[in-house]
């Protein structure tokens, strides 16, 4: 299984706030599948709030002696966010909510990102939408996207639809990057509208936010992910350099290819045209990307596009693959019918090349000599 790097990414940066410690330290984890990060992470989770110490439910089950407000005093006084976060994972939670109803928006907002994440559905369904918004507010001012991200998923639209305006752009991707429910993305992107959504795709080049915009066009779907295609290939070329740059040195070609696949002509040619795909360095890191994620389907496309030094690269880079990555590239190109743009490439390549090419298998067996 080939590891999709963004969203194994997201999961150790969020796997690294369960347990305290810096995603760095957890940086091993970034070559496993993405399912069994997710899996571990909820071990983590499991792990860190189902053995809680018979106190915390000595002090849940004192808090239902007293009003919601005298309750919301102790944890203020006494127990302190991390404590009461921990208390509140304890309790019903309609009994959380009473309380937290009671507490300072950002008492609340620090102990949350304590909260265990299992809780969190049940809780802020019971939460006044007023209270959500500022709470939201205050995580974004806060700069804490992971718990935002925990959050945002379970969210009611009409509650989203007060909190983006109040949000940055930066947040809006930052959070997206990290959103615990996926699924929920391409809502947020319908209620952000066109110019809104336009602005926070512009604004990851300024904020050196490139990867978490192509995080959030792999989570939406259809026509949403078009769209956003089309909003960064419709930036500057200084822009669009910013974003070759970035893809090159994160290795996230996997990431940008599919939604260069996703380009009408006159956008794909714009691509097509910078002056990072003139660099041999770049074209060779980007056909070797494409054979271990099997993407040529979505690279040829904008290789017939290139400048004819550019195709002239990667017809060199392609005819000096290993026996097996040559052979795999023309059982891909026969399954998807992609003769009509790989046969030019060929014909481009050194003369081994084309010699290796025409002495596949997969090319005998499609009849394509």
Known sequence: ???????????????????????ERLG??????????????????????????????????????????????????????????????RLDPQRAADIIEKLPVAFTA???????????????DRLDEDL????????????????????VGHLRDSALGRILP????????????????PERLGRVVELMGDERLARVIGSAAGDGLWAEALAVAGMVTGAQRGRIAELAADQSEERLESLVGAVAEQGLWESLLPLVALL???????????????????????????????????????????????????AGAAGSLPEADLDALAREVDKQDLWELVLPLVELMPEEGKER?????????????
């Open 28 to 89: 091993f984890l970034g070559a496993l599948p993405v399912e069994e990060l997710r899996a571990f992470r909820a071990q983590c989770v499991a792990a860190l709030f189902d053995r809680a110490p018979d106190m915390l439910d000595r002090i849940a089950a004192a808090t239902k002696l007293v009003p919601a407000g005298v309750a919301a005093a102790i944890s203020q006084k006494a127990l302190g966010p991390r404590l009461a976060a921990a208390v509140a994972g």
């Open 110 to 124: 620090e102990a949350c990102a304590h909260l265990d994440p299992r809780r969190i559905p049940g809780i802020v």
């Open 166 to 181: 109040q949000v940055d752009d930066a947040a809006v991707l930052r959070t997206g990057f990290l959103i615990d429910r």
């Open 357 to 369: 090419v025409f002495s596949l298998p997969a090319f005998h067996d499609a009849g394509g000599a």
């Open 1 to 23: 299984m080939t590891a999709d790097t963004l969203k194994n990414r997201a999961e150790v940066l969020k796997t690294a706030r369960a347990l305290g410690v810096e995603p």
């Open 132 to 151: 959500l918004v500022r709470i939201a507010v205050e995580l974004a001012a806060r700069g804490d996207h992971v718990t935002m991200g925990r959050f």
């Open 264 to 314: 009408d002509d006159d956008r794909r040619r714009a691509v097509a045209a910078l002056p990072s795909l003139r660099d041999a360095e770049v074209l060779a890191a980007v056909v070797r990307a494409v054979v271990a994620t099997g993407l040529w389907g979505e690279f040829l496309p904008l290789v017939d596009v290139l400048p004819q030094e550019s195709r002239v690269v990667v």
